[in-house]
């Protein structure tokens, strides 16, 4: 975790998404669009959500089913 309530929450709530929505969240971020879920981030906290999903979506490489 993050060690930032807010950012650890967001994580925990876009995860429930699933695989596929997570990897539509990355890419929003990385092109700086603003979608409702990340409402109440600021820059910075957007970033390091970016971060912590890169590098829970890496344990799972290309093989995801959910």
Known sequence: ???????????????????????????????????????GLDGAERELLLRELQAIMAVYGDCCRL
Request: glycine share 6%; hydrophobic share 45%.
């Open 1 to 39: 975790m993050s060690g930032n309530a807010r950012v650890d929450s967001a994580v925990e709530r876009l995860c429930a998404d699933g695989c596929q929505a997570v990897r539509e969240y990355i890419l929003a971020l990385q092109e700086r669009r603003s979608l409702a879920v990340f409402e």
